[in-house]
């Protein structure tokens, strides 16, 4: 596999182009964020629905959680744009066992080290009203593997309103209890994962289709 390997020269740039770039084709990020998101030893789980999806995770810690944070990037992907090594991006190739095993370890290690590490869970775009949300086991793997971290659920949502470029709404959610979920095997796990960031997602569009924005504020 491919480990991340950051250029603080690059990270600087990236962060700048890539609030100009989502400046040009939303009309406003929202957020609601009724905790406060710890910044280390985290791993977040992001319902995963379009191509914005990292950019829009990428300016969520940029702006706002700040932490030295790390995600999975296709093994084809990476090789096609290697400057994602160096904002933090590592390879994952779910369809060779070996790679995969490598990638759910060496986040273990990324958490271990005090690292947040942001998964999309269901491995691949899916449509953003799709039900179940269909999460892959492992996230488990990576929880197992390391047990004190933080598991955050993270929702995105797109909606167009009534201007001529959509929204994007993200809710950071809270810590989910480890009561609920250390002690199960991983398939019973990932579902404890999967139906917190169902619950939540879903929540959070009710809340959008009202269009009440007292609710969020602008990053």
């Not at 273990?108 to 690292?115: S, T």
């Not at 404890?192 to 619950?199: M, R």
């Amino acid at each position: 596999m491919l480990e991340a390997n950051k250029s603080s020269f690059i990270e600087w740039g990236f962060k700048r182009f890539n609030r100009i770039f989502l400046k040009a084709h939303f009309e406003n990020i929202w957020l609601m964020n009724t905790v406060s998101p710890p910044s280390q030893k985290t791993l977040f789980l992001i319902n995963h629905s379009s191509w914005w999806d990292p950019l829009m995770i990428y300016h969520l810690n940029d702006r706002v959680i700040q932490s030295d944070g790390y995600g999975m990037m296709h093994e084809d992907g990476i090789k096609r744009f290697p400057f994602f090594i160096k904002i933090g991006a590592f390879s994952v190739n779910p369809d060779h066992r070996r790679h995969l095993m490598n990638s759910l370890q060496y986040s273990a290690k990324l958490l271990r080290e005090n690292k947040t590490v942001w998964m999309f869970p269901q491995g691949s775009e899916q449509h953003l009203e799709k039900r179940p949300l269909h999460f892959l086991s492992g996230i488990s793997y990576i929880v197992k593997k390391c047990p004190e971290a933080n598991v955050v659920p993270i929702s995105l949502y797109y909606s167009h309103e009534h201007t001529r470029k959509p929204n994007a709404y993200i809710n950071i959610g809270p810590v989910l209890n480890k009561k609920s979920y250390l002690d199960r095997e991983r398939k019973e796990m990932t579902q404890v994962f999967e139906s917190a960031a169902t619950a939540q997602l879903d929540s959070f569009r009710e809340r959008i289709i009202q269009e009440d924005h007292r609710s969020f504020e602008k990053i």
